[in-house]
Antibody
Framework: QVQLVQSGAEVKKPGASVKISCRVS????????IQWVRQAPGQRPEWMGW????????QFSKKLQGRVTITRDISAATVYMELHNLISEDSAVYYC?????????????WGQGTLVTVSS | DIVMTQSPLSLPVTPGEPASISCRST???????????LDWYLQKPGQSPRLLIF???NRASGVPDRFTGSGSGTDFTLKISRVEAEDVGTYYC?????????FGPGTKVEI
C-alpha cells in the first residue's frame, strides 16, 4: 500500500535550517507530485510547495519563496523539504502528502508529520 | 490568492442527527473542464488530515456514504446525514484551482 514516512522531530535555533525527509513506497515514485504542508498549533494547514517527483519541477508558496527548497532522490524514493533562516513562527508540524489521482489536490496519502520547534 | 471561509467555525452535533458545513471562496473554483477544485478534509487531534471529498463531490475511498459534498463555483457544502461519534474533529475545505493552494479556517465538530 502507499506509504509516506517522514523523518523525526527537530529542534532548531532561530536562523538555522531544517531538512525533513519523506520516503515513499507502494507506487512508482516518479508518477505523483509530493506536496508539503505545515500546521502551526491551533492553525489551519498551510500549503508550502510541491515537487514533480519525475522531473524535479517545483513550485512554492509566495510567502515562503526564497526560504524553502524541495528536492528528491529518485534512487531512495525520498523527497526532502528544507526551510532556511528559521524563525519562531516556523514552529509547526510539517507534512508531506500525495494525491490519490493526478490532480493538484485530493491529498489522500499523508506522512505522519514532523514536529519542528524553533527556539533559542 | 483565493481566500476560503467556512461557517460555522464551531458546530455542536448530536449523534444520529444531520450536520452541515459551508465553505465559500473569493473566486470561482470551477475549472474549464467543469470540475470544481474543492476538497474536504477531516483532522482529528494529533493526526494527519484525512481526505473525505475531492473535486467538490467525489467521496474518497473508504469514506462512509453519510458524507456528501455538493456545490459549485464559490459555494460548497459538506453534509453528514447522521452524525456518528467518530465524526468529531476539525473539517477543512481546500481549493486547488489556483497554484497558491489555500485552506479554510476549519470547522470544529463536537458532540
Amino acid at each position: 500500500q502507499v506509504q509516506l514516512v517522514q523523518s523525526g522531530a527537530e529542534v532548531k535555533k532561530p536562523g538555522a535550517s531544517v531538512k525533513i525527509s519523506c520516503r515513499v513506497s507502494g507506487y512508482p515514485f516518479n508518477i505523483h507530485d509530493i506536496q508539503w504542508v505545515r500546521q502551526a498549533p491551533g492553525q489551519r494547514p498551510e500549503w508550502m510547495g510541491w515537487i514533480n517527483a519525475g522531473n524535479g519541477t517545483t513550485q512554492f508558496s509566495k510567502k515562503l519563496q526564497g526560504r524553502v527548497t524541495i528536492t528528491r532522490d529518485i534512487s531512495a524514493a525520498t523527497v526532502y523539504m528544507e526551510l532556511h533562516n528559521l524563525i519562531s513562527e516556523d514552529s509547526a508540524v510539517y507534512y508531506c502528502a500525495r494525491s490519490v489521482v493526478i490532480l493538484p489536490g485530493a491529498w489522500g496519502h499523508w506522512g505522519q508529520g514532523t514536529l519542528v520547534t524553533v527556539s533559542s | 490568492d483565493i481566500v476560503m471561509t467556512q461557517s460555522p467555525l464551531s458546530l455542536p452535533v448530536t449523534p444520529g442527527e444531520p450536520a452541515s458545513i459551508s465553505c465559500r471562496s473569493t473566486q470561482s473554483l470551477q475549472h474549464s473542464n467543469g470540475y470544481n477544485y474543492l476538497d474536504w478534509y477531516l483532522q482529528k487531534p494529533g493526526q494527519s488530515p484525512r481526505l473525505l471529498i475531492f473535486l467538490g463531490s467525489n467521496r474518497a475511498s473508504g469514506v462512509p456514504d453519510r458524507f456528501t459534498g455538493s456545490g459549485s463555483g464559490t459555494d460548497f457544502t459538506l453534509k453528514i446525514s447522521r452524525v456518528e461519534a467518530e465524526d468529531v474533529g476539525t473539517y477543512y475545505c481546500m481549493q486547488s484551482l489556483q497554484p497558491q493552494l489555500t485552506f479554510g479556517p476549519g470547522t470544529k465538530v463536537e458532540i
